[in-house]
Structures are given as C-alpha cells and as structure tokens.
C-alpha cells in the first residue's frame, strides 16, 4: 500500500511513460490509462510491479472515464495526482482538416481531460493536483495544426477555469506546456523536429525525464495552481 497515488492518462508511451516512471520513483501509486497501447502497458506493468495499475479507456468517453475511476478507487480508495497527458493529433490545413478528425482530436485533448478532472477530483478527499499537458501550439498556434492547437489552447483556459473552482478542496490545477519533444508523436514530422530545435534558444528538444521531473515536483508543491509552465527554451 502506497501514501500516495496518481493518475496518468495516456501513459504507456512517451512523455506518459517518463510521468509514470517518474512518479513511481517517488514512491506512489500508479495508475497508467491507454487505449491502443495495450503492448506498451503491460511491459511498464511488468518492470513497475504490484503499485502500477493499468486500465484501458477512451478519455473522450465519459462512461469509460467513470468506469476507470471506479476502477482507482476499488483499489487504492483516493487519488492523488492527475495527469491529462492523453493527446492526439492528425496534421491538415485548416480548410482540408475533416470534421470527423477535428471532433476526434478535441475528444480526447480536450474533452478528455474535461471528463478525468470531473471523475477524479471528487476522489481527491486530502487535496490533490491536477496537470494538464498543453502545448506551444496552444498559446502561437502552428500551421498545419489548426485542431491540435485549439484543444491545447481551450486546455489553458480548463486549466485557470478548474483551478479557481477547485481551490476550496485545496485541489491545484496547473498546465505544462512540455516543449517538442523526441517521442513517438515529435517524431512523426522531422521537419517539424528540426524547426523546434532550430528555434530553441539552446539548440536542443526538449527531454522527457526533465519534464517528468518538473511534473513530480509540481505535483509535491502547495501553492501554486492557476498556472501555465513553459519547459522548452523558446520564449512565450
């Protein structure tokens, strides 16, 4: 039995596997969510042990979401921590984007997280922290991104709106914009890898350890909430 636990959506790859690693290093117990990364699951189930529980739901289904708390609390009885890190995104102009993608993307970037903080908070008897992950894109927008980037900006404004209602719980909500990262999804387009590392005032992506790290500390602290935190060296 662990002090501790945390929620992590999308976590069995990427950036969601660093935050999982990372808050399991400090001891809590962990809750990885996925959806098409069964594989992926099982292995950090397998390194982690018996403090990592993995539930598969769609975080755009609020019936999946509330299915997976219930889950959480069989098990452990309280949540600690949530991380909405579950994101998707499928490149288009803004006049080819398709209706069926758009309404995906803001399914499970934004809805997602909008269905988790209504799920998980109410199992956050002791004070909690929620942290959204945004993106630059969400504050500059980017061409080629026009659905990615609406979600990640309504996601900031969650993030304020969440942080002033759930304060009297003592639940702190926040948003991490990560920076372009080497992962799965930075991959995809080298070009645009090869952009964020150009623009970076130091020449370099942004690495997925020092934000998961950044996540775990954030997670720990007290009082701060309402607030969105740029981890890449770019200027905002």
């Not at 039995?1 to 660093?18: C, D």
């Not at 630059?136 to 979600?151: F, T, V």
């Not at 645009?192 to 934000?211: F, G, I, Q, R, Y």
Request: aromatic letters at 6%; hydrophobic letters at 40%; one cysteine or more.
């Amino acid at each position: 039995m662990t002090n501790k636990v945390a929620v992590i959506t999308g976590g069995a790859g990427g950036l969601g596997r660093e935050i999982a690693k990372a808050f399991h290093e400090n001891g809590y117990g962990i809750v990885i969510n996925y959806f098409e990364s069964g594989k992926q699951a099982r292995e950090i189930f397998e390194t982690m042990g018996g403090s990592v529980l993995t539930v598969k739901a769609d975080v755009g289904n609020s019936d999946d979401v509330s299915a997976m708390a219930e889950h959480v609390y069989k098990k452990w009885g309280r949540v600690d921590v949530l991380v909405n890190n579950a994101g998707i995104t499928k490149d288009a102009l803004l006049i080819k984007q398709g209706e069926k993608d758009w309404d995906r993307i803001m399914n499970v970037n934004l809805k997602g997280a909008f269905n988790c903080i209504k799920a998980f908070a109410p199992l956050m008897k002791d004070g909690g922290h929620v942290i959204n992950i945004s993106s630059y894109s969400g504050l500059k927008g980017k061409e080629g991104q026009a659905a990615y980037s609406a979600s990640k900006a309504a996601l900031l404004g969650l993030t304020k709106t969440a942080a002033v209602e759930l304060a009297e719980h003592n639940i702190k909500v926040n948003a991490i914009l990560p920076g372009y990262m080497p992962t799965k999804m930075g991959i995809k387009s080298e070009d645009a890898l090869n952009k964020a590392k150009e623009e970076s005032l130091l020449n370099a992506l942004s690495d997925p350890m020092e934000a998961a790290r950044f996540i775990v500390y954030l997670a720990n602290t007290e009082n701060i909430t309402g607030q969105v935190f740029c981890l890449e060296s770019r200027i905002i």
